[in-house]
């Protein structure tokens, strides 16, 4: 398991095939604002939580993320004791957005120059 910045994973997942991009914050942060392809697996709903995670291909690669990295790296954590024993990715929403929103700040004042 390792946790990684936004840079490193969007390489990361240009060079992955098979991988799955799962959401453990709740459903209504979930429907707020998510990553494209992403799923949700309730971490809060742990009966369903585990339940979702024993459904879950232990050979597979694995990208794990919440708002701020507690949860993700919770998952991950309980991943690797239950047996994914391949790729887990764990990383905070929070600061990939925060990273996000800089570049595209930067790139409008770049726009507005021109």
Do not use: H
């Amino acid at each position: 398991m390792s946790d990684i910045d936004q840079n490193k994973w969007r390489s990361q997942l240009e060079s992955e095939e098979d991988y799955l991009i799962i959401d453990v914050r709740t459903s209504e942060e979930f429907e707020e604002i998510r990553l494209p392809n992403s799923i949700n697996i309730d971490f809060y709903n742990p009966q369903d939580f585990m339940q979702e995670l024993e459904k879950l291909d232990k050979n597979k690669a694995y990208y794990i993320y919440c708002r701020t990295g507690s949860r993700s790296a919770n998952t991950c954590e309980l991943m690797k004791e239950i047996g994914f024993l391949i790729y887990l990715r764990c990383f905070d929403l929070r600061r990939f957005l925060r990273a996000f929103f800089l570049v595209l700040f930067f790139l409008c004042v770049l726009l507005r120059r021109l």
